[in-house]
């Protein structure tokens, strides 16, 4: 397949979703016409309407716990295949996974020296 070919093709699947997406937002409009309410626009939690104001900050003690949950994530992640290739490969892919643990070890430690798991 040639460079022409090939971006033909990707101009093609783009006109193909600009026109899906054309498609179904007029078939969904069509469907069903919009009613304005004075409700649909108010913040609500639970049928309860909101006291506090909706796009409130959060405070950075949980970004902490973002970046740790990101962390074990990534390891996870990363366990999966490596679980797969571990017969193949031997003892070269558990070096690598302890280094790989080990430095998510010294994350959770700093983690914990920093004070980002006690509860406040």
């Known amino acids: 397949m040639s460079l022409l ?12 979703i600009v026109g899906s997406v054309f498609c179904l937002y007029t078939l969904a409009r069509a469907i ?3 009613r304005k309410e004075s409700g649909k626009d108010v913040p609500a ?6 006291r506090d104001p909706v796009w409130g900050r959060y405070h950075a003690r949980y970004y902490g ?3 740790l949950f990101l962390a074990f994530d990534m ?3 990363f366990m999966y295949p490596w679980a ?9 892919a558990l070096l ?11 994350g959770l430690l700093y983690g914990w020296s920093q004070g980002a798991f006690r509860r406040q």
């Not at 939690?45 to 909101?50: E, F, Y």
């Open 45 to 50: 939690s639970s049928g309860v309407l909101s």
């Open 65 to 67: 716990y973002a970046l």
């Open 75 to 77: 390891e996870m992640a």
């Open 84 to 92: 797969v290739v571990y017969k193949e490969v031997g003892m070269v």
């Open 5 to 16: 070919e090939q971006y033909a093709l990707l101009l093609a699947l783009a006109i193909g």
């Open 96 to 106: 690598d996974m302890g280094v790989f643990l080990a430095i998510l070890f010294l």
């Open 32 to 34: 069903g016409p919009t």
